[in-house]
């Protein structure tokens, strides 16, 4: 009969197979931290540890024993999702210690950190693909990818790559985008642990995580005016269903774009314009959460909503969740196919390891100018994101700031639509870039005044905090 199914098929326990699988496996790195001194010195966090041990017994699996352990695409569903997720629980969250025009300048000052290392990352790339095209006849345009597997993650390094490969003949782009995706995941964690190491070593950073005595009051479950923390429906679940409706609007606007404007549109809107749609959906479920939670305090403002549903410690403790579980499968999902091609090992080895340096000098540098009182917290959530994803950034903010008391995750999320913006003359170019020596030549140059205007706004947003 047709959709019949049993309940011991595959299909029906595969994705929770693959989230035991995950857990299991962050708990056993918790394990791992906690009783190994080493592992506990070196402050890698569990979520990180737990995906490569994931991805080792994976590949052991594969190479060994050729059985496969995960459904790649319920790894892929859960990076995809868990991102979304995870930054609307936190965009749920009131903020009221974090408002005014200070509060604005450094939500604009984080995004012009983050347009500045896709610009500066999409420079060096392309320095050493081109240097490469002369010398090895390497893909000219391939170093645009750098920004789209480290500052955008591997969705948008996938599209690109195989827009590449199939449109202007780059071989195995998709495979080349992705590699350079996970390595981002590494270049996250290697330098992230470095500064984590560098601040435990200055005294700045005990390695709290994980360890720290949490000291809560009744009032953090239970805050003024708030529903009861159990009545006919719990309040956990009301937390997540704000969360998932939220999460399904987005889903609903996107697919109203995809079907009413895209897909009509066809060629080039579908080609790139579709990617970056679904891609943001981080983005646009933000904006929903906002959009929502201003229209919850209208209706208090006006006495029709009696009561606040929403609690952050709990909405906290969601975003946690959705990050970890995001951090593990991205790790576990990692693909270093490209390294099979050894017309590939040279630029990705150059391309990957100055993308990391860059990023992390440059990183550093703008970060202590301009948050001052925060700038290590804004340091390894950036470097996080711009390596990795935006759940990286969490992952290694939450080292040192584990109840986020910093500005600096009200930053992370607010960002993102100044980054559209400064950012979206970059992602025009990205479809001009491969067309020849002379696109690519112009493309540079114009990504090069780009970054000039970017880090002089910088300096001059770092003398006018300086001089207040």
Same mark, same amino acid.
């Given at each position: 009969?047709?959709?019949? =199914?049993? =309940?011991?098929?595959?299909?029906?326990? @595969?994705?929770?197979?693959?989230?035991?699988?995950?857990?299991?496996?962050?708990?056993?790195?918790?394990?791992?931290? +906690?009783?190994?001194?080493?592992?506990?010195? *070196?402050?890698?966090? *569990?979520?990180?540890?737990?995906?490569?041990?994931?991805?080792?017994?994976?590949?052991?699996?594969?190479?060994?024993?050729?059985?496969?352990?995960?459904?790649?695409?319920?790894?892929? *569903?859960? +990076? &995809?999702?868990?991102?979304?997720?995870?930054?609307?629980?936190?965009?749920?969250?009131? /903020?009221?210690?974090?408002?005014?025009?200070k509060a604005r300048r450094d939500v604009f000052a984080t995004s012009t950190v983050t347009v500045g290392g896709y610009l500066i990352q999409a420079l060096v790339g392309l320095t050493i693909s081109v240097t490469l095209y002369y010398l090895v006849g390497s893909f000219a345009a391939g170093g645009i990818l750098l920004p789209m597997g480290y500052g955008q993650g591997p969705g948008q390094a996938f599209n690109w790559g195989v827009n590449y490969e199939t449109g202007y003949g780059f071989v195995n782009g998709k495979s080349y985008g992705l590699t350079i995706a996970a390595m981002g995941f590494v270049s996250a964690c290697v330098g992230g642990l470095l500064y984590l190491n560098k601040l435990s070593r200055s005294d700045k950073f005990k390695g709290i995580s994980g360890e720290i005595e949490d000291h809560f009051t009744v009032e953090d479950f239970c805050g003024e005016n708030e529903i009861p923390v159990s009545e006919s429906m719990d309040k956990l679940t009301v937390q997540f269903a704000l969360v998932f409706l939220t999460y399904a609007a987005a889903y609903v606007s996107m697919w109203a774009i995809y079907r009413f404007v895209l897909l009509p549109a066809g060629g080039f809107a579908m080609n790139t314009v579709n990617p970056l749609i679904w891609g943001f959906n981080f983005l646009i479920g933000t904006a929903w959460a906002i959009l929502f939670k201003n229209i919850c305090n209208g209706l208090r403002r006006k006495g029709i909503m009696k009561r606040e549903y929403t609690n952050n410690y709990m909405l906290n403790r969601i975003s946690g969740l959705m990050f970890d579980i995001m951090v593990v499968a991205s790790i576990a999902s990692i693909d270093l196919s490209a390294f099979r091609y050894k017309e590939f090992w040279l630029p990705l080895l150059l391309e990957c390891i100055a993308g990391a340096v860059v990023t992390y000098l440059y990183v550093s540098f703008v970060c202590k100018k301009l948050f001052k009182g925060y700038s290590d917290e804004m340091f390894l959530a950036? &470097?996080?994101?711009?390596?990795?994803?935006? @759940?990286?950034?969490?992952?290694? /903010?939450?080292?040192?700031?584990?109840? &986020?008391?910093?500005?600096? *995750?009200?930053?992370?999320?607010y960002q993102n639509l100044w980054s559209i913006v400064l950012g979206a003359p970059m992602l025009l170019l990205l479809g001009i870039v491969p067309r020849s020596m002379t696109h690519l030549a112009i493309c540079f140059a114009?990504?090069?005044?780009?970054?000039?205007?970017?880090?002089?706004?910088?300096?001059?947003?770092?003398?006018?905090?300086?001089d207040a």
């Open positions: 009969m047709t959709g019949e =199914f049993n =309940f011991w098929d595959i299909q029906v326990w @595969s994705f929770v197979v693959t989230l035991a699988i995950l857990l299991g496996a962050m708990i056993l790195a918790n394990v791992l931290r +906690t009783k190994l001194s080493f592992m506990r010195r *070196s402050l890698l966090p *569990s979520a990180v540890l737990g995906g490569f041990l994931v991805l080792l017994a994976k590949t052991l699996c594969e190479s060994i024993l050729h059985i496969q352990l995960l459904d790649l695409t319920v790894l892929e *569903s859960l +990076t &995809y999702h868990g991102l979304g997720l995870g930054f609307i629980a936190l965009a749920w969250r009131h /903020l009221d210690g974090v408002k005014g025009k950036m &470097y996080g994101m711009l390596t990795g994803t935006a @759940s990286t950034g969490i992952i290694l /903010l939450r080292e040192v700031d584990p109840l &986020y008391k910093t500005p600096t *995750s009200h930053n992370l999320i114009i990504l090069a005044v780009m970054f000039v205007l970017i880090l002089w706004l910088q300096l001059v947003m770092a003398k006018k905090e300086r």
